[in-house]
């Protein structure tokens, strides 16, 4: 190898999951079309990943051909990670990158901290594939929305007692010695499935027949729509819900319940994929992992529209130390003035020119996806064309997390 300072083309892979968009007459799916691929009919686009985590690890280009990016790593680990990532107690990289696109709402699900994540990842590692914790972001592309965090108990309990076809339920967690978020919760995802299934018949019923219905009203009936058997549309009463707009973003942290719903964004996590399901998926629910690891505190979430760092250069600041992620619209990017940590960066929209001392300089378009190992510490990144957007993630950038 050349001490690895340069760019590296990344290959990534997609996942298919059913919620992801579809192609529309002469529309084609978001992903599909900034790779410059074609969807199958009726074939759902839902996440590209970006990153080393082994259920789905990238493709790096090399001299010597393509070969695992996670491979990669562990063969030149100090070159790609860098002294400050690997005195951090990483040994891959740290993050993973993704765009998701999603045109039907993805589970009620959370992601365990540190400590859980060990725990779940011993017990069943065929469900729970790692030991990491999963912060993550979600900066949007289009118009976002999602269900995230609890709302406050004294906002959802006058909206849920008013609606009769809830009695059966409602007459369940009445009976605690103390209603909290917590028995709230319980008694919904423990909630008999022979009662459960007339209920949500009689609720659909009953909003459909609203003349004051609000936004959570209409929200749970869309979800019906979707999943009329399934508890999980429950959780639009319970639920904050979110709207983002291009460029705004939200933070997810460890051991909080959350949905999105619809839109398309760039996605920055803890390197792990451990999800935890309650509802809205056909996939296995674990009620119990989630009832014993979310934190049933009420949390405002309000759109994040990061900090300007110069002119189109926005950084998202989050409490997670694994990752950092900043939007450049038209706007050059300097290493010599970055750490030396690695980085991952595609390109949304128009091209850039990547330098790099001693190489010749190249180009990356639209679609394409690289590595900045952290011994690249004296390259450049610069707009070609006007127009041009590039998502530029890197770690470890905090000193401590959950």
Partial sequence: MDGLGRFYRLHGHVRHYPWGCRAREDR?????????????????WAEL??????????????????AKLSAFIDAHREEVLGETTLAAGFQTLPFLLKVLSCERPLSIQS??????????????????????HKPEIMIALTEFRALAGFRELDAVLPQLSRLESLAPWSAVWQEASELTLQVLCETLLMFPGSLMRPMLRALRRELSLLSDAT????????????????????FAYI????????GEAMYIPSDEPHAYLRGTGVECMA???????VGLTPKPIDVPALVSTV?????????????????????YRTPAREFQVEMLRDAALDLSQRPAVPGVLLVLSGAVELSAPGVAACVAERGSSWLRPAALTAGSMRPLVAGTCVAWAEGVVNASAD
């Fill in 271 to 277: 390197n792990s994929d451990n999800v935890i399901r």
């Fill in 28 to 44: 084609q799916p978001f992903i599909a079309d900034l790779l410059g691929e074609s969807a199958a009919p009726g074939q759902p």
């Fill in 295 to 315: 934190k049933f505190v009420a949390r405002s979430v309000q759109p994040d529209g990061g900090e300007e760092k110069t002119l189109g250069h926005r950084v």
């Fill in 49 to 66: 990943w970006l990153g080393a985590h082994p259920s789905l690890s990238a493709e790096i280009v090399t001299a010597a051909g393509e």
């Fill in 111 to 132: 992601h365990p901290d540190k400590q859980n994540a060990v725990r779940l990842h011993a017990l069943r590692p065929e469900k729970y594939p790692d030991d990491n």
């Fill in 239 to 246: 639920l904050n819900r979110v709207k983002l707009r291009p």
């Fill in 215 to 234: 936004s959570e009203d209409r929200l749970c009936l869309d979800l019906l729509d979707g999943s009329p058997a399934d508890r999980g549309v429950l």
